[in-house]
């Protein structure tokens, strides 16, 4: 109200209607979160001590910066695996691999992390029906790419198949599960469900694109009225507690 002048330059560009066309598509990523029930809460309060962890970053810059988590997504899985100290961990939704390095950077020597995307032979058919703004599919010939010659990579597994047909019984229980793979709402419901059963009593489930997709976070926030649910300040991350 002192300086309207100075208040309009800063925030139209953000939030006026041509904010769309910003110049920085990563940045107006994260200012432009709409949905979701769940407050925003600082990770500490979630994890009294994570903020004396130490955090290994890999790769730090070497990711899509539309596709991929933000620096500051990584920096927080980093470090809830670096404080759980999970032994089995599962991603679903490889792409090319950076969040699953930081998972296996951060997590004890003896831990493995299992991770899954769609086959390289796959035909485009989803198992479940997904909108066509929903098919995020990446280049089959990448998937993985920024693990498979790291010193990470043995303690790495990579599965194949569709998520709503995969066997998540085969190498369960898990410790640690990070859901992030195709953004539907009946995927987001299924991968939900299928991680509720498999996670091992005191273990944790990341959602990501809470806040950002409309489909994640209304199958995030179904699950928050049955399970201990909080959404990270600063991230597109939910983290459930069953």
């Known amino acids: 109200m002192r300086n ?12 006026g209607p041509f904010a ?13 979160w709409s949905f979701g029930e769940l407050e925003r809460e600082p ?17 730090s810059y070497d990711r899509d910066p539309l596709l991929s ?9 980093g470090a809830m695996v670096a404080f759980l100290e999970p ?13 699953t390095i930081n998972l296996a950077a951060n997590a004890p020597s003896a831990a493995h992390v299992f991770t899954l995307d769609l086959p390289p032979d796959w ?17 089959r010939s990448r998937t993985g790419l920024q693990f498979l010659d790291s010193s990470h990579a043995k303690r790495i597994t990579q599965l194949w198949g569709d998520s709503a047909e995969f ?10 599960i990070l859901i992030d793979g ?12 299928n991680a509720l059963r498999v996670i091992r009593p005191g273990g944790a489930i990341v959602w990501h694109d809470y806040g950002m997709l409309e489909d994640v976070s209304r199958a995030v926030d179904e699950c928050s009225r049955h399970t201990r649910v909080r959404a990270i300040r600063g991230t597109r991350l939910a983290v459930g507690f069953p």
């Open 87 to 99: 032994r089995r961990l599962l991603e679903i939704g490889t792409f090319e691999g950076n969040t």
């Open 4 to 15: 309207p002048v100075a208040a309009w330059k800063m925030l139209w560009p953000r939030y």
């Open 182 to 193: 195709c953004h539907s709402y009946r995927y987001a419901v299924s991968d939900t469900r």
């Open 20 to 32: 769309g066309k910003a110049p920085d598509a990563e940045f107006r990523r994260v200012i432009r």
């Open 69 to 77: 988590m933000t620096p500051a997504e990584v920096l927080a899985v």
């Open 43 to 59: 990770l500490n309060a979630l994890f009294p001590g994570i903020e004396r962890t130490e955090v290994r970053v890999v790769h």
């Open 123 to 139: 035909d485009r058919r989803y198992v479940l029906d997904v909108p066509g703004i929903h098919d995020n599919a990446g280049v």
């Open 167 to 176: 066997d998540w019984d085969e190498h369960g229980p898990y410790d640690f």
